[in-house]
């Protein structure tokens, strides 16, 4: 009798256990495919539009296409300030040996949302300086956030080498366009783990033929 109780006992527990293990299994692998969706970064669409050859040197106009997540705007709207980052690199072709690094550029710019006034701020464009990189450029203001957004999806005329830089022949210009996630508020930072909202960044290569006359 005594082995019979105990046996039933061994019995009932089974289903239990077993039920727990697979609810186990389930909320493992949803967290992994929630983690996974999560992790997907943004890839902006760059457009290079024109490279183009003048006295100064070389100018590259370009336009970069993405959405922000709501998740994004809403840490906006609470006061968190955005910083694009945009790498640029041209190099000169070589049959006979590895290309040559022409030039390298660095810029940023920021974005805000200033709660007083209703309205977003925006440092445009400008050379690398310092820990901020936002030189001393005047900022501009507008009246909503797609108007704003387009101010850092749009590079204008940036030079990218001096004329005593470059001659005629081949070259490949590189461009990478990020979020600087490293200039978010620092607990935010520890708080994105994982998270793929904030991972926006893209990098596109164009090789372009430079003459007198231009690209």
Known sequence: MVFMMHFLKKEQIRPSVLSLLCGLYVALFSALFALQAAAQAITPDIQVSKVARADKGIFIFADIKFDLPSSIEDAMYKGVSLTFVCDAEIMRERWYW???????????????????????????????????????????????????????????????????????????????????????????????????????GATTRQRVQLTDNGS
């Open 98 to 200: 590895f290309d040559k690094a022409i030039a390298v550029s660095h810029r940023q710019a920021r974005i805000s949302y200033q709660a007083l006034t209703r309205r977003w701020r925006v440092l445009p464009w400008s050379d690398a300086d310092g820990a901020s990189g936002l030189g001393v450029q005047m900022a501009q203001a507008y009246e909503t956030l797609p108007e704003a957004l387009a101010a850092v999806q749009r590079i204008y005329g940036w030079r990218l080498a001096v004329e005593g830089d470059v001659s005629n022949g081949a070259y490949v210009v590189s461009l990478n366009y990020r979020l600087d996630t490293s200039q978010l508020p620092r607990p935010l930072q520890i708080g994105l783990l994982g998270q793929g909202d904030w991972s926006i």
